[in-house]
Nanobody
Framework: QVQLVESGGGLVQAGGSLRLSCAASGRTFSSYAMGWFRQAPGKEREFVAA????????YYADSVKGRFTISRDNAKNTVFLQMNSLKPEDTAVYYC?????????????????WGQGTQVTVSS
């Protein structure tokens, strides 16, 4: 089993920034990919960003491209999501996701483990 713990959410004004972190622990893998998803009230969970094992490949949803940056520190088994120029429509619960592998994965069903989520609220 893998445990994922997110942190860094909160309340911020539009135009502000937040940095989310997700620390993985438990079962070890030789390589693993991670991603961030979000779910707003009344909406389905949607992809935000993904990063490969090496960190050399990243992919973003069009809605966050140019504003959000995903990164990782494999020595600390942690992935980050730097969110800048936040908008009210970014308000959601943000989840990190984990799966074994070297690739880049953008669909929720491709991930095996999920964190409990952290609330991000952007006020106008």
């Amino acid at each position: 089993q893998v445990q994922l713990v997110e942190s860094g959410g909160g309340l911020v004004q539009a135009g502000g920034s937040l940095r989310l972190s997700c620390a993985a622990s438990g079962r070890t893998f030789s390589s693993y990919a991670m991603g961030w998803f979000r779910q707003a009230p009344g909406k389905e969970r949607e992809f935000v960003a993904a990063i490969s094992w090496s960190g050399g490949s990243t992919y973003y949803a069009d809605s966050v491209k140019g504003r959000f940056t995903i990164s990782r520190d494999n020595a600390k088994n942690t992935v980050f999501l730097q969110m800048n120029s936040l908008k009210p429509e970014d308000t959601a619960v943000y989840y990190c996701a984990f799966r074994e592998g070297l690739g880049l994965y953008t669909r929720a069903l491709e991930y095996d483990y999920w964190g409990q989520g952290t609330q991000v609220t952007v006020s106008s």
